[in-house]
């Protein structure tokens, strides 16, 4: 079953009553202009079951105890925004498998050279999907990409990864002045959100494997509770930036992201993807991709199961 993403950017007041996530909308309740019908339906309920991200963007958002509890324990990731309404914090649940324990063991038990092994098959795939989505998009050449995705080696020692982004960003958005920096000028906000939702979709998908999200492959910032999660979404990055390329080309203003923008940022959970010859929505595919790794880490696997394009 594909889980929803439930985004809230007005006033709201959200509770758990049998199982159900309940929307109140103050805003509607105490306006004595509207009509009692319209009041009638200012409450909301969805099955907690269905929801996979709850995402946070107003500071006169209400959320009980009893729901977040309810929502955790589905594996639901839950992200907060800040002033800017972009996504600032992420919770998730302690546990998400019957067999953490084990699954931590084999995590924290895994040798450097696998390591760097997985790592070298995540940014090869990274390239290729980046390839992919340039020819796509733009037309570009690509077959330096796939000579860069060919010869990437054990842990990346060459850094093919950031030889292939400085040809890809300056091919897919030839934009004056527009280099790839989260501060930097639009589609930058675009694609510092899309990156944000994408994150939260495998950090929570890691949880449910019954993986440690913050001991990642690759990435080893003490400051970052999500270097594993920031390790496994490369290759699925290109997704975000083709979502975002077509945004651009369609003529829309991306310079303040508003709701319009937000909406279709929103929909990168229920993208379709390719993955082992099956087309599969984006969510569901991280939940293979992550089932996969501990496979990895346990020694069922040699390689992550990662989407292509």
């Given at each position: 079953?594909?889980?929803?993403?439930?985004y809230?950017?007005?006033?709201?007041?959200?509770?758990l009553?049998?199982?159900?996530?309940?929307?109140?909308?103050?805003?509607?309740?105490?306006n004595?202009?509207l009509?009692?019908?319209?009041?009638?339906?200012?409450?909301v309920t969805?099955?907690?079951?269905?929801?996979?991200?709850?995402?946070?963007?107003?500071?006169?958002?209400?959320v009980?105890?009893?729901?977040l509890?309810?929502?955790?324990e589905?594996?639901?990731?839950v992200?907060?925004?800040?002033?800017?309404?972009?996504p600032?914090?992420?919770?998730?649940?302690?546990?998400?498998?019957?067999t953490?324990n084990?699954?931590?063991?084999y995590?924290?038990?895994?040798?450097?050279?696998l390591?760097?092994q997985?790592?070298?098959?995540?940014?090869?795939?990274k390239?290729?999907n980046?390839?992919?989505?340039?020819?796509?998009?733009?037309?570009e050449?690509?077959?330096?990409?796939?000579v860069w995705?060919?010869e990437?080696?054990?842990?990346?020692?060459?850094?093919?990864?950031?030889?292939?982004?400085?040809?890809?960003?300056?091919?897919?958005?030839?934009i004056?002045?527009?280099?790839r920096?989260?501060?930097?000028?639009?589609?930058?906000?675009?694609?510092?959100?899309?990156?944000?939702?994408?994150?939260?979709?495998?950090?929570?998908?890691?949880?449910?494997?019954?993986?440690?999200?913050?001991?990642?492959i690759?990435?080893?910032?003490?400051?970052?509770?999500?270097?594993?999660a920031?390790?496994?979404?490369?290759p699925?990055?290109?997704y975000?930036?083709?979502?975002?390329?077509n945004?651009?080309?369609?003529?829309?203003d991306?310079?303040?992201?508003?709701?319009?923008?937000?909406?279709?940022?929103?929909?990168?959970?229920?993208?379709?993807?390719?993955?082992?010859?099956?087309?599969?929505?984006?969510?569901?595919?991280v939940?293979?991709?992550?089932?996969?790794?501990?496979?990895?880490?346990?020694?069922?696997?040699?390689?992550?199961?990662?989407?292509?394009?």
């Amino acid at each position: 079953m594909i889980k929803k993403t439930l985004y809230f950017g007005n006033p709201a007041y959200l509770s758990l009553r049998d199982a159900q996530l309940i929307i109140k909308l103050p805003e509607v309740v105490k306006n004595d202009t509207l009509p009692e019908r319209f009041k009638q339906k200012a409450e909301v309920t969805k099955p907690i079951e269905d929801i996979g991200v709850v995402v946070l963007d107003n500071k006169q958002i209400t959320v009980t105890s009893g729901l977040l509890e309810a929502l955790l324990e589905n594996n639901c990731a839950v992200i907060t925004c800040d002033s800017k309404s972009m996504p600032v914090g992420l919770m998730l649940p302690l546990y998400g498998n019957t067999t953490q324990n084990e699954r931590f063991r084999y995590q924290l038990d895994a040798s450097l050279p696998l390591k760097k092994q997985l790592w070298q098959q995540t940014i090869k795939v990274k390239i290729d999907n980046q390839a992919a989505i340039l020819k796509k998009c733009t037309g570009e050449e690509i077959r330096c990409m796939k000579v860069w995705a060919s010869e990437v080696k054990s842990g990346d020692s060459d850094n093919m990864e950031a030889r292939a982004a400085a040809y890809y960003w300056k091919k897919l958005f030839p934009i004056d002045g527009f280099t790839r920096d989260r501060d930097g000028i639009s589609p930058n906000n675009l694609l510092n959100y899309g990156y944000a939702i994408l994150r939260a979709v495998v950090a929570r998908g890691l949880v449910t494997s019954g993986l440690l999200p913050t001991l990642g492959i690759h990435h080893h910032n003490r400051y970052n509770a999500y270097c594993l999660a920031d390790d496994i979404m490369e290759p699925y990055r290109p997704y975000v930036d083709e979502l975002v390329y077509n945004i651009v080309a369609s003529g829309m203003d991306c310079n303040v992201l508003n709701k319009d923008l937000k909406a279709k940022l929103l929909m990168i959970p229920t993208l379709d993807v390719v993955i082992s010859g099956k087309r599969s929505p984006l969510m569901v595919a991280v939940g293979q991709t992550t089932a996969s790794l501990y496979k990895c880490f346990s020694g069922e696997l040699r390689k992550i199961v990662y989407p292509e394009m």
